[in-house]
């Protein structure tokens, strides 16, 4: 996972167009698509890890951590397995996700969100 040790300390990247490291989603968690997700770790803050997070257009199941998130480019529907209503996300949209939560994520542009968890 690419690391930006600094972040934190007087530093800043643009989160939007940062190299990320890339991995295929495994099968058990691929819906349709060919899921590709990158991350980069930023830095801590106490006990949460401040990151940045994309996937390409595919569809995939998670189970959650406790995460606050900003989308910073693309657009999807993360839809819930206890029929909450489905978040649709584009650059901009803020959101929680409670850990445990059982998703299904709808990519339809190569979603980029920073993280914090």
Not at 42 to 57: A, K, Q, R, Y
Not at 87 to 109: D, R, Y
């Amino acid at each position: 996972m690419t690391s930006i040790p600094s972040l934190l300390a007087n530093h800043a990247v643009h989160a939007a167009s940062m190299q990320l490291d890339y991995e295929d989603l495994p099968a058990s968690k691929a819906v349709s698509g060919a899921p590709r997700v990158g991350t980069a770790v930023l830095g801590h803050m106490g006990d949460n890890t401040i990151g940045v997070w994309e996937m390409s257009p595919s569809v995939s199941t998670d189970t959650e951590a406790d995460e606050f998130f900003i989308v910073l480019t693309g657009s999807g529907t993360v839809s819930f397995a206890d029929g909450s209503p489905d978040l649709h996300l584009q650059a901009g949209s803020v959101g929680h996700l409670k850990e445990g939560t059982q998703t299904t994520w709808t990519v339809t542009h190569t979603l980029r969100k920073i993280y914090i968890a």
